[in-house]
């Protein structure tokens, strides 16, 4: 089984895009019914989880022939 070497800036920028995306959502309203309302916890939650399920994501393409890295 082959691991990959991700880069932790390219995590930490890939997260923070997704995260501020969501807030920026979800603060406009696109999201929800309640336009001007933050879920803090949903979006630690995706924080948190989004560069787990990237690597491993990373480790299934690493080790795949048929998936393109």
Do not use: C, H, K
């Not at 406009?28 to 990237?54: E, K, N, Q």
């Amino acid at each position: 089984m082959r691991f990959p070497d991700p880069s932790p800036a390219e995590y930490a920028v890939n997260t923070a895009v997704v995260v501020l995306t969501l807030a920026v959502l979800q603060y406009t309203g696109w999201l929800s019914d309640d336009p001007a309302g933050l879920d803090p916890v949903f979006l630690a939650v995706v924080a948190v989880t989004f560069p787990v399920f990237s690597y491993l994501l990373a480790v299934l393409a690493a080790n795949v022939r048929w998936i393109p890295e």
